[in-house]
T-cell receptor, first 113, second 113 residues
Framework: EPEVTQTPSHQVTQMGQEVILRCVPI?????FYWYRQILGQKVEFLVS????????KSEIFDDQFSVERPDGSNFTLKIRSTKLEDSAMYFC???????????FGSGTRLTVV | AQSVTQLDSQVPVFEEAPVELRCNYS??????LFWYVQYPNQGLQLLLK??????LVKGINGFEAEFNKSQTSFHLRKPSVHISDTAEYFC???????????FGAGTILRVKS
């Protein structure tokens, strides 16, 4: 069964450093998403991406965040200057045309120290 | 704006007993409802979804859910749980294809032997 692949599974970074979280969505999917889950809290929407542009973003997705689909297969989330409160599990998801089948990756646990 | 309320943060239950995890939603437009399961240190796996049609939806692992429009509910049920069902369960709502999912806070199901 097709999967959404996320790398790395764990990342530790120093406060103020830039991080890039990577995702490979399912190949025929057209919508891509990033969500995050701070430990013990609910899963929160960050951003959706369609046709090479952001279609919706949340209040969390401020200027320190950016997304990119650099090569037609990868979908990345960049955090420019990480803060302690960015520590969370970040999930990538994609959905296929004409369906409500959102498929999630297994997540990247980001720890900012 | 959409929102999801999961009324129980934790539900303990003995093995082979029935269980119901409650979910209420609010939305001003058409809704599409989902239940996801998250096993420890893993990603989000789709259990079932309601898009239209029959209000009783069957999913994987013996779970089912009933959409009740008048009560704005989408409760998840299983007639007989197993130890392996121990996990966190998230109810989510979307208002259209490609649109973001809004998640509830999650319910931890603890199955005891």
């Amino acid at each position: 069964e097709p999967e959404v692949t996320q790398t790395p599974s764990h990342q530790v970074t120093q406060m103020g450093q830039e991080v890039i979280l990577r995702c490979v969505p399912i190949s025929n999917h057209l919508y891509f998403y990033w969500y995050r889950q701070i430990l013990g809290q609910k899963v929160e929407f960050l951003v959706s991406f369609y046709n090479n542009e952001i279609s919706e973003k949340s209040e969390i997705f401020d200027d320190q965040f950016s997304v990119e689909r650099p090569d037609g297969s990868n979908f990345t989330l960049k955090i420019r200057s990480t803060k302690l409160e960015d520590s969370a599990m970040y999930f990538c998801a994609s959905s296929e045309p004409g369906s409500y089948g959102y498929t999630f990756g297994s997540g990247t646990r980001l720890t900012v120290v | 704006a959409q929102s999801v309320t999961q009324l129980d943060s934790q539900v303990p239950v003995f093995e082979e007993a029935p269980v119901e995890l409650r979910c209420n939603y609010s939305s001003s437009v058409s809704v599409y409802l989902f239940w996801y399961v998250q096993y420890p240190n893993q990603g989000l796996q789709l259990l079932l979804k309601y898009l239209s049609g029959s209000t009783l939806v069957k999913g994987i692992n013996g779970f089912e859910a009933e959409f009740n429009k008048s009560q704005t509910s989408f409760h998840l049920r299983k007639p007989s749980v197993h130890i392996s069902d121990t996990a966190e369960y998230f109810c989510a709502v979307s208002d259209g294809y490609g649109n973001k999912l809004v998640f509830g806070a999650g319910t931890i199901l603890r199955v005891k032997s």
